[in-house]
């Protein structure tokens, strides 16, 4: 039997730190063998994601993000989510796209927090005021539930509409004054120009970029990269795919082996009172099979 699993009903039974532990043990079994596939048409993008984790399944998911459809009042990311078993290659569910890549995406970014980010921040700013932005907001909230909170965005109609749904939280336009007054910034933008600037960050910051999915996609500059302690999801999918660091390593501006860890050598994920930490999240398709794996728990449980 085909498991069909929906929005609204899926996301009842989830929460945001089961999911970062879930993310966590899926990572200490056989490391995925993964495969994206990329096709473009201007500014719009056909995403194909495929893992297989030995124990854990395989995935494989289509995405098409056309920014463009903001403009219409149409979602910009859509798509299709399948999980099969690993031992007989049955279909065992059909996922809900939107639920598998909300709670990825927002997920993957919680568990670098939880072991980066100073336990007592209180001061939060999401760059960005879409809809990654605000499963930012519920992800960070869950675990930051006295932290306040700040929508920077470049239009500040967008950003005010999405802190009004949300308490302590306020909107602004000024970035830089946000990011400066910061205990973490989390990055949701799919900016072709930097939006984040290293000259703006001080010690004891946590950055988490997540917008830049593209080789030539980029939210922060080569200065935050210099002066920060770098993490990833995972070498494999961010170092040569995204621009985030792809543009500074082929441009001989940042040394790749300056890579402190991925979620593989998750141990290594820690951090000194002193540093500036950055995390890139890249979203790979081992990552969306691990979360899939978890909804799918949390379906047949309920």
Known sequence: ?????????????????GLTDAIAEGHSLPKAEIADTFLYRG????????AWIDGLGIAVKAATIFPKNNEKGLRNV????????????DLEAVIDF??????????????????LARPESENIVI????TVAASLREAYGALFPNARFTIAGRRFESASALAAQYPATEATTDVEAAVRAADIITCATPARQIVLKGEWLHTGQHVDLIGAFRPDLREADTEALLRSRVFMDSRDTVLHDIGELRIP???GEYDPANVVADYYTLDGFTREADDITLFKNGGGAHLDLMTARYILDRWRAR
């Open 1 to 17: 039997m085909i498991d069909i699993v929906p929005f609204d009903e899926g996301q009842a039974l989830l929460d945001w730190i």
């Open 78 to 89: 859509n798509g299709a989510m399948n999980l099969m078993s690993d031992v007989t290659g």
């Open 43 to 50: 500014d719009d993008t056909l995403l194909t994601r495929s």
């Open 98 to 115: 939107g639920l598998v890549t909300k709670w990825k995406t927002a997920g993957d970014s919680l568990l670098a927090a939880r072991r």
């Open 127 to 130: 760059i960005g005021a879409g």
């Open 249 to 251: 390593i082929e441009a």
